[in-house]
């Protein structure tokens, strides 16, 4: 279920490529998605499966994860990564028909 609470969502602490480094392939995740397309924000439930991490950059200062999610825990698993940003401390999913701003969900 879809909420209007991006200031909920801004509290939560960062998703970081550490957390997601720790996981073994197949290890999942729920995760909390902000779509930004309004004004206030909207929060979506996310599960993701996770396959794989690789870092981008020297330092492992920027990372991005492979694996599979889903919107809302319903319909298919579609393949998606997640950008994560250490200097900034985010996490952005991209692959789902909503993409944004991603924190684990608690």
Same mark, same amino acid.
């Given at each position: ?37 309004t004004e206030k924000g909207i929060l979506f ?10 870092? *981008? ?23 998606? *990564? ?5 200097? *900034? ?15 684990? *969900?608690?």
């Open positions: 279920m879809a909420t209007h609470d991006s200031d909920y969502f801004h509290q939560l602490p960062p998703l970081t490529s550490e957390t997601v480094a720790a996981l073994s392939a197949g290890s999942e995740l729920s995760l909390l998605l902000l779509d930004l397309s439930p996310v599960q993701y499966t996770h396959r794989e991490l690789t870092y *981008r950059t020297p330092g492992n200062k920027d990372a991005v994860a492979f694996g599979s999610a889903r919107l809302n825990g319903e319909g298919e698993y579609r393949n998606v *990564r997640i950008l994560f940003s250490q200097p *900034r401390e985010t996490a952005a999913l991209r692959g789902l028909e909503l993409e944004g701003h991603v924190k684990l *969900r608690t």
